[in-house]
């Protein structure tokens, strides 16, 4: 048989509880197992067996999966409604709780609602925007948590403390803040049966690794039986990781280490959101082919400069970062931080090089965009 050994879960109870748990539940999970994906241990899914495109590797009951809210409610806010359900309905917290089981452990996540806000870790980013972005989202779960946010009060925390006052007390500020990084981190985005589009928490699923270009799978959901469903995009061999495209704009490092705390390290390394020409986190880039020039407003040799000038502001160089990452003793989340910006120098030296090679042999793209300037120009006088 294809199924799962004890053995297979060694390293993890809380995995073998999860999958005894969904297949009690009739999800089809039979040709998947947890493993570590890489040299640093980062857990993952891993197919057991060939698939071909199109085929499904995983499906999972509606039963087994949370509503958690609005998709567009932030960390701290589905933290308050993650909350409140399990308290208001503790026989359906105690179905899921091993579920809950196997998601991370207090402590072993990051993201941009729970980050330290202490000046020595922030300065490690040695972007000013970057700081301020974490400031932002890290105060707004302290004031989800406080009743201090600017948004409605049955949104915040202590409207479930008055409904639920014995039960609320029992929940820390770590156990809150932890559930604001987990459901901004480990959920999707589907329709619910009124067409609401939810933030989604799917067991098992939610273990699968992002990549963009070149994963493998993608996920659905049946609209009748309202089930999920993870298939292939392309044939898949025994052995492979099981991955998915969070979001595209996951390829951005900066994207990435803010929402989720991880990096790419990509060959040939590609340039931050935020050194993009008018990039900031909160924006989508449909377009990630070219890396490097500069579409639409600014052209090619202001974008250089632009480069130019960012690379010379950074306290460090490159050199100085990779001798601060040869300290073993470096927190993991110091570490990350460093790694993060020497790949952001990479990318930028890069950026520049391509560019000024660009512009050698790009004239008449330069020239383009002048003759639609002033086209639009005598259009304005006309
Ligand atoms: C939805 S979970 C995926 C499962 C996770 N690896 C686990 O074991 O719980 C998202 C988290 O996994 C990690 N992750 C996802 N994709 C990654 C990638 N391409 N490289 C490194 N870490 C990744 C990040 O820590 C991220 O916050």
Not at 7 to 33: C, M, R, T, V
């Amino acid at each position: 048989s294809s199924s799962l050994s004890a053995s297979d879960h060694e390293h993890s109870p809380e995995i073998a509880g999860l999958f005894d748990w969904l297949k009690e539940n009739g999800a089809k999970i039979d040709n998947i197992k947890m493993d570590r994906v890489n040299k640093n241990g980062l857990r993952g899914v891993v197919a057991t067996r060939d698939f071909k495109a199109g085929e499904v590797l995983v499906h999972i009951p509606n039963k087994c999966t949370i509503d958690v809210g609005p998709y567009t409610m932030p960390g701290a806010e589905l933290a308050v409604q993650l909350l409140s359900k399990q308290i208001e309905d503790p026989a359906w917290n105690q179905s899921f709780s091993r579920y809950f089981e196997s998601l991370p452990a207090w402590g072993t996540l990051y993201s941009k609602e729970i980050w330290k806000l202490d000046p020595d870790h922030m300065a490690l980013f040695q972007e000013p925007y970057l700081e301020h972005y974490v400031q932002v989202n890290a105060n707004w779960t302290r004031d989800v948590w406080n009743g201090a946010a600017e948004t409605d009060e049955w949104k915040q925390w202590p409207a479930v403390k008055a409904r639920f006052p014995v039960e609320a007390a029992k929940i820390p500020w770590e156990h809150y803040s932890h559930y604001a990084s987990l459901t901004a981190t480990y959920t999707f985005v589907f329709p619910n049966l009124a067409k609401e589009y939810q933030r989604v928490m799917l067991p098992l699923l939610d273990l699968c690794n992002h990549k963009g270009i070149g994963s493998n799978t993608f996920v659905t959901k049946d609209v009748r039986s309202q089930d999920y469903e993870m298939v292939a995009t392309r044939p898949i061999k025994a052995g492979e990781e099981i991955t998915h495209t969070y979001n595209m704009d996951n390829e951005r490092n900066d994207y990435a280490l803010i929402n989720y705390f991880f990096l790419q390290r990509v060959d040939p390394p590609r340039l931050c959101t935020i050194d993009l020409p008018d990039g900031h986190l909160d924006a989508t880039f449909a377009e990630y082919d070219d890396h490097y020039l500069p579409r639409d407003k600014g052209g090619l040799l202001h974008h250089a400069q632009y480069l130019e000038d960012k690379l010379a502001s950074f306290p460090t160089t490159v050199a100085e970062d990779e001798k601060l990452l040869a300290n073993k003793k470096l927190s993991w989340l110091d570490r990350r931080v460093i790694e993060f910006r020497r790949e952001r120098k990479l990318s930028i030296q890069l950026g520049i090089k391509r560019i000024r090679e660009q512009a050698k042999t790009a004239y008449s793209l330069l020239q383009m965009s002048e003759v639609e300037e002033n086209h639009k120009f005598s259009h304005n006088e006309l």
